[in-house]
Structure formats: structure tokens, C-alpha cells
């Protein structure tokens, strides 16, 4: 299945797209006019959800976004459309002729990227000189070190000749979309792969966070984050480099899930963080993963959520379309 607003969904719906994208209501809709954009009075050839792409003088211009501007704009600039098309997709393409299906009926989301409105990825390290004990690493309130616009985020755990070193990542989502309507029957945490470090086997989970804000990560939330596995955890031998890494949540991820607000979740090393074993001397445990921040917008963690909303749902969503 296609995901609403992705490459291929754009590209799927070019022609429709720039020809609207090519009136003076879609460059106003965009915010593809003045100084916000280069294109000037060019045609536009191609739009994905981060890049546009015309012809001048010398050859072809794009223009690339740090983040998916477009896509963002068509679902927030036309939220009411969206929703009637969910509706239909799941009460009546679905269960009576699929081939109706206008691809709406699940939610994808992913963190913002710096700067950032609604929500952040980012990573705490604790980085102490050996002398101090793991536990005393493992269990501290707040960390050494912080970063939410960095390329990567990572799960490590890490024992050197000079320093005992802990990573966690945070990840957090808008999915107020989903609304309180909305009744889960899936979801799937993804994270794009970008270095392991594995001297011997060890597993990442998915886990809860509850950062002090929404919008930026703070020495203070290392301890921030739980334990309590949202799916199964992900063993290395497994992890890729060159794909996306999905975890298919369980009944508590999927409970964790807001339906008005921000989902906050990360993934943390097992064997040495969560279960408070202090790694091997010289050996450094590590998932690293690409976050929102990475240039391009293929590879950010990513929450896929699958819901269905009530019958009596639909007027709702009729009146939002015409109110």
C-alpha cells in the first residue's frame, strides 16, 4: 500500500498535482511565492514532498526542503478532506469494494526536524570516567550531553579504558490527527538504520519517553524514558544499515499511542542499559540511526498507524468537511 504523502504517493498524483501547483492558488497554498522560493514565475516540472523542480536559462533548478514542507502542507492546509477520504476508505471502500480504497486508511508520522513546532527527535548521552559504576551511569537523573539536531540518534552502551558511556533515543510524534474518535488496530515504529556496532549480540527496544517538553531534549530527561517493552525487542543480528528497522507495536505501544496529542516513545540498548550489566571492557554496543534532521526526508523514524473511526464518526466528519 501507498502512504498517504509519501514520494511515491506524490508521484503517483503528479499531474494533479502540478497543475496545481501551477496556479496562483496552489503557490499561495504551498507558500511557493515571493521570498520563499526561488522558482519565481517558472513552471513547475516535478513537486515531491520536500522539493520542486523547474527549467531556466542553463538547465533545470530544485529546490529541496529540510523537511517534507510539502507533504505537510497538503495534509494540515486540507485536514477536513483528508478525514472524509479516511472515512470513506474505512467504512465504505474497504468493506464493500477495496478497489475504491483512496489509500487514507492509515497514519503516518514522523518528529520535525530543527527547528522544531510540534515535536523533536534527538539523544542523551552519560558519559563518566571510569571509577564511577555502571549503576551509578545507568540510574543518573541527568546526562552529560545532548543533541536534538544532529544527523543520528543512537542506543549505545560503551565501556572504555578511560569512561563508561550510555546513549538513549527519543522520538516523538504528532498524531493528534488520529483524533479521539479514532480506533487503533495497528501500528509499526520504524527507524532507518545507519551504523551498528555490534561486538557480540544485544537487543534495542522500543520504549516510552516523557521528555519536560515537546519541542527539545534537556540534560534532564536521561531518566526520562521507560523499560516496558512497545513491541519485541529488536535483536541486532537483524538491524540493518540500508533500510528501515520496523517494530510492530504491541497491545501497550499501541495504548501509548495519543489520539489528541504526541506520542512519545525512543529505544534504548537492552542487555547493558536496561538490564544495568556494565558492557565488556573496550566493547561498545550501537544502534545508530538516521534522525529527522538527516538531510532528505527517506529515511526518518517514522510511526505507520493503522485505525479505523466509528459510523457515527462519519457525519462528524461530513460537517468538518462543509463546516
Same mark, same amino acid.
Request: aromatic content about 12%.
Given at each position: 500500500?501507498?502512504?498517504v ?7 503517483k498524483h503528479?499531474?494533479i #498535482?502540478?497543475?496545481?501547483v501551477?496556479?496562483l492558488i %496552489? ?11 526561488? @522558482?519565481?514565475?517558472?513552471k ?5 514532498p520536500?522539493?520542486i523542480t523547474?527549467?531556466?536559462? %542553463? ?6 526542503? $529540510?523537511?517534507?514542507k ?10 477536513? #478532506?483528508?478525514?472524509?477520504f479516511? !472515512?470513506w476508505d ?9 478497489a475504491?480504497?483512496?489509500g487514507?486508511?492509515s497514519?503516518?508520522v514522523?518528529? =520535525? ?6 515535536s ?11 571509577? @564511577? !559504576?555502571w ?6 537523573? =541527568?546526562?552529560?550531553a545532548?543533541d536534538?539536531?544532529?544527523?543520528v ?5 560503551r565501556n572504555?579504558?578511560?569512561s563508561?558511556?550510555?546513549?538513549r533515543?527519543? $522520538?516523538?510524534f ?7 474518535d479514532?480506533v487503533?488496530?495497528a ?6 538504520g545507519?551504523?551498528?556496532? !555490534?561486538?557480540? /549480540?544485544f ?9 519536560a ?9 536521561? =531518566? ?7 513491541a =519485541? ?6 538491524f540493518?544499515?540500508?533500510?528501515y528497522?520496523?517494530?510492530?507495536m ?8 495519543s489520539l489528541?496529542?504526541?506520542?512519545k ?5 537492552v542487555e547493558?542499559?536496561?538490564?544495568? @550489566?556494565?558492557? %565488556?571492557?573496550?566493547l561498545?554496543?550501537n /544502534?545508530q540511526?538516521f534522525?529527522?534532521d538527516? /538531510? ?5 523514524p517514522?510511526?505507520t498507524?493503522?485505525?479505523t ?6 457525519r462528524?466528519?461530513?460537517l468538518? %468537511?462543509?463546516?
Amino acid at each position: 500500500m501507498i502512504q498517504v504523502f509519501s514520494k511515491e504517493w506524490f508521484e503517483k498524483h503528479q499531474k494533479i #498535482l502540478l497543475f496545481f501547483v501551477n496556479t496562483l492558488i %496552489g503557490r499561495w497554498f504551498f507558500r511557493i511565492w515571493g521570498e520563499g522560493s526561488s @522558482v519565481g514565475k517558472n513552471k513547475i516540472l516535478n513537486i515531491t514532498p520536500n522539493a520542486i523542480t523547474w527549467q531556466e536559462e %542553463g538547465g533545470f533548478s530544485t529546490e529541496f526542503r $529540510t523537511h517534507n514542507k510539502f507533504g505537510k502542507r497538503l495534509f494540515y492546509g486540507l485536514k477536513p #478532506l483528508w478525514y472524509l477520504f479516511h !472515512a470513506w476508505d474505512v467504512l465504505i471502500a474497504n468493506p464493500i469494494n477495496p478497489a475504491w480504497n483512496l489509500g487514507f486508511d492509515s497514519l503516518v508520522v514522523y518528529p =520535525d526536524p530543527n527547528v522544531e513546532v510540534t515535536s523533536f527527535d534527538g539523544l542523551i548521552a552519560n558519559t563518566q570516567l571510569v571509577g @564511577v !559504576a555502571w549503576e551509578d551511569v545507568r540510574n543518573a537523573t =541527568d546526562g552529560t550531553a545532548i543533541d536534538d539536531s544532529a544527523a543520528v540518534i543512537r542506543a549505545r552502551a560503551r565501556n572504555f579504558t578511560t569512561s563508561h558511556e550510555i546513549h538513549r533515543a527519543y $522520538t516523538l510524534f504528532d498524531t493528534s490527527a488520529l483524533t479521539a474518535d479514532a480506533v487503533i488496530s495497528a501500528g509499526v515504529y520504524s527507524v532507518y538504520g545507519s551504523l551498528l556496532g !555490534a561486538p557480540a /549480540a544485544f537487543n534495542i527496544r522500543m520504549v516510552t519517553t516523557t521528555p519536560a517538553s515537546d519541542t527539545a531534549i534537556a540534560l534532564g530527561d536521561f =531518566d526520562q524514558i521507560g523499560e516496558v517493552g512497545q513491541a =519485541d525487542d529488536y535483536p541486532s543480528g537483524s538491524f540493518s544499515t540500508v533500510a528501515y528497522n520496523d517494530m510492530t507495536m504491541n497491545a501497550t505501544g499501541l495504548g501509548n499511542i495519543s489520539l489528541t496529542g504526541i506520542s512519545k516513545f525512543g529505544f534504548r540498548e537492552v542487555e547493558h542499559d536496561i538490564g544495568n @550489566v556494565e558492557a %565488556g571492557a573496550g566493547l561498545s554496543y550501537n /544502534a545508530q540511526v538516521f534522525s529527522a534532521d538527516q /538531510a532528505g526526508t527517506d529515511n526518518d523514524p517514522k510511526l505507520t498507524i493503522t485505525y479505523t473511526l466509528p459510523t457515527g464518526s462519519f457525519r462528524k466528519l461530513l460537517l468538518l %468537511g462543509v463546516g
